[in-house]
Structure formats: C-alpha cells, structure tokens
C-alpha cells in the first residue's frame, strides 16, 4: 500500500518561515518524481514545485520561485519544501505527490499518488 504522509505545516507571520516534509512508503521511491501542490479555499488545486529522482531536476511555479526550495533525501525516502517569505496568499494545503519517471509534471492529472495534505495559514 502506498502511502505518503505531509508534516510540518501550521501558522506563520508574514514573512516566516516554514519547512514541510513528505514521508513515502510502498513505492520505488528512487525512481519517482515528487511534486508539491497547494490548494486554498475555492481554488483548483495549483502546482508548486517538483523535483526528479535523477540529477535531479527542480522546476517550480513563478508564484514561489526564488522563495521555496525543494529537495529529496532517497534514502530516507522524503521530500521537503523549505518555504521562505511567507505571505498571506501562501495559505493552502499542501499536498505531496508522486509520479512515475523522471519528467517534471505539472498538472494534477500527471501525478499517480497524493498525500492528505496539511494546512499553512500565513496570517499576523
């Protein structure tokens, strides 16, 4: 059974920081692509970031670039989202993805496994 499991989101100030990770199981962890989703109210759910399993390659929305940084650990079978400069129109859930492959993907529609997602809130 695969599962992935997101931690490490809650409230922030403006400005702050926050670094969200994403536990994998039951996959070729090695062999996937991850990617980051958030999803805020009334919204469709928007790619944030992604990472492949080889060189790896990063690829991230223009909405985050210079601010998020992702990595992966393949050993330990995580991915993390380092997230710098919060703002107020950061608030979502996030959500952790996989998909098969090295490509980098965009669209929800191209990412085969998703976690539960956890909620950051950017708010003074």
């Known amino acids: 059974q695969v599962q992935l499991v997101e931690s490490g989101g809650g409230l922030v100030q403006p400005g702050g920081s926050l670094r969200l990770s994403c536990a994998v199981d039951?996959?070729?962890?090695?062999?996937?692509?991850m990617g980051w989703f958030r999803q805020a109210p009334g919204k469709e759910r928007q790619f944030v970031a992604s990472i492949s399993w080889s060189s790896p390659r990063t690829d991230y929305s223009d909405l985050v670039r210079g601010r998020f940084t992702i990595s992966r650990d393949n050993a330990k079978k995580t991915t993390s989202l380092q997230m710098n400069t919060l703002q107020p129109e950061d608030t979502a859930v996030y959500y952790c993805?996989?998909?098969?492959?090295?490509?980098?993907?965009?669209?929800?529609?191209?990412?085969?496994?998703w976690g539960q997602g956890t909620q950051v809130t950017v708010d003074s």
């Open positions: 993805a996989a998909r098969s492959g090295n490509l980098p993907g965009y669209s929800t529609a191209s990412y085969e496994y």
């Open positions: 039951g996959l070729p962890f090695s062999t996937y692509t």
